[in-house]
């Protein structure tokens, strides 16, 4: 990775935990009034530029993976300001499940694939609890679902790793393109 990619990165993360900074302290809403514009969806004009941003430094050759995380930490922080508790859970589970669909399918080695199957159960197990805890609190079937699924999660990821390893063993890769040699 060339030193200008981690310059690029570190910049945008820079500019965007300042930019959430700004939204969280109430400077962006009196910004957009002076220009004209209705201060009420100030959390969308700050997202957009993000995303705007985001897409300038990759395009520049700045590290994509660095600017995915600090665009999604600084959107997390600009959706969830003054919002209901069970809001900031549900949001934080979306957007682990959205980051565990995009390395399930982007993902070729088989590991990071396992890995990102365990971050979408764990977005479902923040929500079971978080419903359970707003919606029933006497109750704890939503904590009984989210422990059944850690089991069951963890028994998938024994089994899945001792496949992968086994055919690591055979193959010497954990691409899973290469996997389709395996067929009968």
Do not use: H
Not at 41 to 50: Q, W
Not at 53 to 61: E, K, R, S, T, V
Not at 156 to 177: D, H, K, P, Q
Request: aromatic fraction near 10%.
């Amino acid at each position: 990775m060339s030193s200008k990619s981690n310059c690029l990165a570190i910049s945008y993360s820079v500019i965007a935990a300042v930019m959430a900074l700004a939204y969280f302290a109430g400077g962006v809403g009196p910004i957009l009034t002076a220009i004209g514009m209705d201060a009420d969806f100030s959390y969308l004009f700050v997202c957009i530029g993000l995303v705007a941003l985001g897409f300038i430094c990759a395009a520049m050759g700045a590290n994509r993976q660095t600017i995915v995380a600090a665009a999604t930490t600084a959107g997390f922080v600009v959706l969830t300001t003054n919002q209901e508790p069970l809001t900031r859970y549900l949001i934080l589970a979306a957007i682990l499940f959205c980051i565990g669909v995009y390395g399930m399918i982007v993902s070729r080695n088989a590991i990071r694939v396992l890995m990102s199957i365990e971050l979408m159960l764990n977005a479902v197990n923040i929500n079971l609890v978080a419903f359970a805890r707003y919606i029933d609190p006497a109750n704890v079937k939503g904590q009984l679902f989210a422990i059944f699924i850690l089991t069951v999660a963890a028994a998938e990821a024994a089994v899945g790793l001792a496949i992968v390893l086994a055919i690591y063993r055979n193959m010497s890769t954990v691409n899973m393109e290469k996997f389709s040699e395996l067929k009968w």
